[in-house]
């Protein structure tokens, strides 16, 4: 059984910043009425899962503002680059200071279907190395490394609790566990 369309007659941006457009929806009810829909735009946003040579995935813990607290997550932003791989490229070096000579796309996502139209592919990087990247002055970042059974602990724990590092982290566990295999 097919699911009803809604037939979208309205399309109206609202507002607009660097970072996302904030649309109105206007379409047609059965029955004749008329409904709104508001959701976001965005580019897309990427999100890295680094793994070292040892097993052992960094981490960024990070302030973050709507929630007044500080929370740990795999280095993640906007995509403002040409492609999506570059964007994970330019995370991984500004939250992590690192570079990686081996990248996997794991999967792609959507962190909140009903509000935004947003793609966030997921990598898992390996063979890091230093690298050295400004950082966004409204960001500062702790650098952490952690066991992937440190990481189930503290998930189980609710430590971590940012939707998009626990589904990124869904997507690459697999991957990483041919990393770490032998090293838990």
């Not at 910043?17 to 004749?32: A, I, K, T, V």
């Amino acid at each position: 059984m097919a699911l009803k369309r809604l037939k979208t007659f309205q399309t109206e941006l609202v507002h607009k910043n660097p970072y996302w457009e904030y649309w109105r929806d206007r379409y047609s009810l059965p029955g004749g009425n008329v409904g709104e829909y508001h959701f976001v735009r965005t580019p897309g946003s990427v999100m890295v899962v680094p793994v070292t040579h040892d097993g052992k995935l960094v981490m960024v813990k990070q302030f973050r503002y709507l929630w007044k607290t500080e929370s740990v997550e795999f280095p993640s932003g906007g995509v403002n680059a040409p492609s999506f791989l570059t964007a994970a490229k330019n995370e991984l070096a500004e939250e992590a200071k690192l570079s990686a000579r081996n990248w996997k796309l794991v999967g792609k996502f959507n962190p909140f279907n009903g509000v935004t139209d947003e793609k966030c592919n997921v990598y898992v990087a390996s063979e890091l190395s230093p690298a050295e990247k400004g950082n966004d002055p409204s960001e500062e970042f702790e650098v952490m490394k952690m066991s992937p059974s440190e990481l189930r602990r503290r998930i189980e724990k609710m430590e971590i609790w940012d939707g998009m590092t626990l589904a990124a982290w869904c997507l690459a566990e697999k991957q990483v566990a041919k990393f770490t295999k032998g090293r838990q």
